[in-house]
């Protein structure tokens, strides 16, 4: 578990501040982020590859908070976006446009217009039909798009099949011919610069070999490539790092970038550009929620509580393990439950036949490790307000996003129209 959530004298805290605290000024559910547990895995990618040139772009989708993309830009660090939203907040936040890396397989033209008035370091081309608008786009606004091909290198990360982005059959990258075609085309066409290269093959992986086995084929392409004649300047390796949940054993960031830093010794003139998102912010907070009732169906014992699948979705949507602490550890005997949410669906648990010590109305959980795609994937689903969500730093926290209320529920709703 991350040190910066420890019990002091049975009490579970934030750094140096008790949840139960947080929760009596902010209510429940409320996210809880630790700044250091935030800020150390910036620091520690920073530093496991400050040998090389590199470059960090936190991926965004992961957990958008401005409080938290201002923690990466005042690293000097950058950002890894998938929507004109995201662009928006991390140049919101002060990141660099200039270190922003566009993903992702449906970019609209307007969100390439964005992208290309602000400058972005490069756009992730999945497509040729992706590349011809994008060439259109900058055309027609006299600028000149700096483009990598996404390579699907065809791996198998061995995760959830739900978050596996490289395997041949997915809708991700560009197989090997067809990006050697597109750089060809890329190379010809004046309104895009062929930059890089680049690859993303999934999520919560707990091995370097699929990463390796990826890093080599994009080394061949780029070989290929200078080969062609064209050069390129960035080696984007994406995210994927794993992080342990509950009995994963996620590699060693130093066995990662010296696996990398290896590989590409002999290609020099690359930068290489690291697109951690989980690994930053999953450990980094927490789900902070109150019991609201103990209910026995037959032989099921259940915990509701008032945090739901709209607040945390991993559970239901990949079957995710999150482990659920009490705030305040009792020594109650332990009994084996599910913990779920008022939502009416059932893949509405937040955690299922867990031993926790016996909770009463009242007690507070915390549901750990959802820092990641937690907050970042919450909805309104069964008009359920989202949660706030509380930066810790040391001794004291800040509301870093308000609790949405009934009139954020209807904004943009006109029962008369
Ligand atoms: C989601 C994503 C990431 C971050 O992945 P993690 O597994 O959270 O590290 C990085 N790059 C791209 C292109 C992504 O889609």
Known sequence: MNPHFAYKDNILMAEGVSLADIAAQVGTP????????????????????????????????????????????????????????????????????????????????????????????????ESAEELALLSRVAGEMKKIAPVAMRLNPAVDPHTHPYVATGLKESKFGLDRETALGLYAQAARDPNVSVVGLSCHIGSQLTSIAPFLEAAAKLKGVAQELAGMGIQLKYFDMGGGLGVNYNDETPPALAEYAAGLKGLLRDVPGLTLVLEPGRYVSGPSGLLLTQVL???????????????????????????????????????????????????????DFLAKGRALPQVAGGDLLAVMDAGAYGFSMSSNYNARPRAAEALVDGDSFTVVKARETYADLVRGEDPSA
């Open 30 to 125: 409320a996210y809880v982020y630790s700044k250091a547990a935030f800020t150390a895995p910036l620091d520690a990618f920073a530093d496991a590859f400050k040998d090389v040139p590199h470059l960090v772009c936190f991926a965004v989708k992961t957990s958008a908070n401005l409080s938290l993309l201002r923690l990466v830009a005042e690293k000097g660090q950058g950002a890894d976006i998938v929507s004109g939203g995201e662009l928006y907040k991390s140049l919101k936040a002060g990141i660099a446009a200039d270190k922003v890396v566009f993903s992702g397989v449906g970019k609209t033209g307007r969100e390439m217009r964005e992208a290309l008035e602000a400058g972005i370091m490069m756009f992730n081309v």
């Open 293 to 347: 009732y103990n209910k026995i169906n037959g032989e099921k014992r259940f915990v509701v509580i008032d945090g739901a699948m709209n607040d945390l979705i991993r559970p239901g949507l990949y079957g995710s393990y999150h482990r659920v602490l009490p705030v305040c550890r009792t020594g109650a005997p332990e009994v084996t439950v599910d913990v779920v949410g008022p939502i009416c669906e059932s893949t």
